[in-house]
């Protein structure tokens, strides 16, 4: 299933691109787990929603030959631009500052799939959210989304290991499946293919915990912590109907 990221990790110079360039469990392995539930092609048209640094974009550029538009709010695209160039994707990925909570600058049925990796959690949290970009896609495309999540609610009852890591914006974001089931199911215009926990969660975290980046540094003893007993990795994938 990760053929294309171990063959890339494989490299050193790659494997350093790769801790320098992640900004949570490792995108690339997250989105290529994500990406072989679905049929993409060097003939679709993707938006990378949250693309971050960029790693879910390379893998879709590499590995499919598919057109992406890599958006981000908080990386700027001339720094993806110049990253793209480096890897030579520059040809098949067009970076651009989006916020999208506030809408997104594409006409409707624009995009064959609508594709967002370690990021939907932030801003994907509403009854509102979905609905606002199910437009963008066309019929008989998909949304496809894969987060950090919880095995079960905590609610009140936080675990007490937990408790040193739990603020407001961690219990807003980390949820269980079948909450993000429930938000999902309230949507119209959508049927939902498949929801399930994925299998790289303990790999895609243990890679991004060997980032320099300080967030990865500050993770250990939340993960430490932790131990196995409460995170997952969701998938979420609906079908535009």
């Not at 949820?175 to 299998?199: H, N, P, Q, T, Y």
């Amino acid at each position: 299933m990760y053929t294309f990221t171990n063959q890339f990790v494989s490299n050193d110079k790659n494997a350093e691109f790769l801790k320098t360039a992640m900004m949570g469990p490792n995108a690339m392995r997250v989105a290529e787990e994500l990406a072989s539930h679905l049929n993409i092609n060097e003939n679709m048209r993707i938006l990378d929603l949250g693309c971050g640094c960029g790693l879910s974009t390379l893998l879709l550029a590499k590995k499919y030959g598919a057109s992406v538009f890599a958006a981000d709010l908080w990386i700027s695209p001339t720094e993806n631009y110049e990253r793209f160039a480096s890897i030579g994707i520059d040809d098949k990925a067009v970076p651009i500052s989006v916020d999208a909570t506030k809408g997104l600058p594409f006409a409707n049925g624009y995009f064959d799939l609508l594709f967002t990796v370690d990021a939907y959690h932030y801003f994907g949290d509403t009854s509102e959210m979905l609905p606002s970009l199910i437009p963008f896609v066309k019929k008989g495309g998909y949304i496809a989304v894969a987060i950090p999540g919880l095995k079960y609610e905590f609610g009140e009852n936080v675990p007490n290991e937990m408790r040193p890591f739990w603020n407001d914006e961690v219990a807003r974001t980390i949820r269980s499946i079948d909450w993000w089931k429930d938000l999902w199911s309230k949507a119209a215009g959508i049927e939902i293919a498949d929801i399930r926990e994925m299998d790289c969660c303990k790999q895609a975290w243990d890679e991004w915990l060997t980032s320099p980046n300080p967030y990865a540094v500050g993770d250990i003893k939340m993960m430490e912590a932790e131990g196995g007993k409460y995170f997952n990795l969701i998938q979420l994938i609906a079908k535009v109907i």
